[in-house]
T-cell receptor, first 112, second 114 residues
Framework: SQQGEEDPQALSIQEGENATMNCSYK?????LQWYRQNSGRGLVHLIL???NEREKHSGRLRVTLDTSKKSSSLLITASRAADTASYFC????????????WGLGTSLAVNP | DAMVIQNPRYQVTQFGKPVTLSCSQT?????MYWYQQKSSQAPKLLFH???????NEADTPDNFQSRRPNTSFCFLDIRSPGLGDAAMYLC?????????????FGPGTRLLVL
């Protein structure tokens, strides 16, 4: 079963704007991961944040984690048309950390 | 470049006709996964291999089987595809014991059932 929920489900912005996506989860975690999926393609790992971290950066990506609220956010700054994709958060299954529990995803459209 | 490869990228089969999807990896990862993903949905794990140890998900239909003859290759067999099995099938790998438990995905095989 899915434990992650993401909002918004869909987001449409103009190039150059920032995009923020949120993910909530239900059980305690040791890390949370964000993945991107371009239309009709496989998923690509973007960033992993551990439970003892509050913020992590990678290029134009900024991820925050609030374990007290069981939530994470992904911020993409200065968006580009090439950022158009679906974004998923995922957390390791508590019983078997080889398995990931996936959020429902946010579909981002960046308009040129 | 090390990667996860899936063949074919598109597969058309007939209702009830067995089909096999293949996945290979050059990452030398010991864990391989098969996911099913339908339109606008999150990936759904079907099963995974930890080395040769097969781990089926409780809700994966018996119609879906898998083989892993060696570290590099893994196959998904659909014995009698139904219309509801039309989906994107994603193969992924990970390295057990690595500090980062990320998964590396292939490009997927889109299955169409006629």
């Amino acid at each position: 079963s899915q434990q992650g929920e993401e909002d918004p489900q869909a987001l449409s912005i103009q190039e150059g704007e920032n995009a923020t996506m949120n993910c909530s989860y239900k059980t305690s975690i040791n890390n949370l991961q964000w993945y991107r999926q371009n239309s009709g393609r496989g998923l690509v790992h973007l960033i992993l944040i551990r439970s003892n971290e509050r913020e992590k950066h990678s290029g134009r990506l900024r991820v925050t984690l609030d374990t007290s609220k069981k939530s994470s956010s992904l911020l993409i700054t200065a968006s580009r048309a090439a950022d158009t994709a679906s974004y998923f958060c995922a957390t390791p299954n508590a019983g078997n950390n080889r398995k990931l529990i996936w959020g429902l995803g946010t579909s981002l459209a960046v308009n040129p | 470049d090390a990667m996860v490869i899936q063949n074919p990228r598109y597969q058309v089969t007939q209702f009830g006709k067995p089909v096999t999807l293949s996945c290979s990896q050059t990452l030398n990862h010991n864990v391989m996964y098969w996911y099913q993903q339908k339109s606008s949905q999150a990936p759904k794990l079907l099963f995974h291999y930890y080395d040769k140890d097969f781990n089926n998900e409780a809700d994966t239909p018996d119609n879906f089987q898998s083989r892993r003859p060696n570290t590099s290759f893994c196959f998904l067999d659909i014995r009698s595809p139904g219309l509801g099995d039309a989906a994107m099938y994603l193969c992924a790998t990970s390295r057990e014991g690595a500090r980062q438990e990320t998964q590396y995905f292939g490009p997927g095989t889109r299955l169409l059932v006629l």
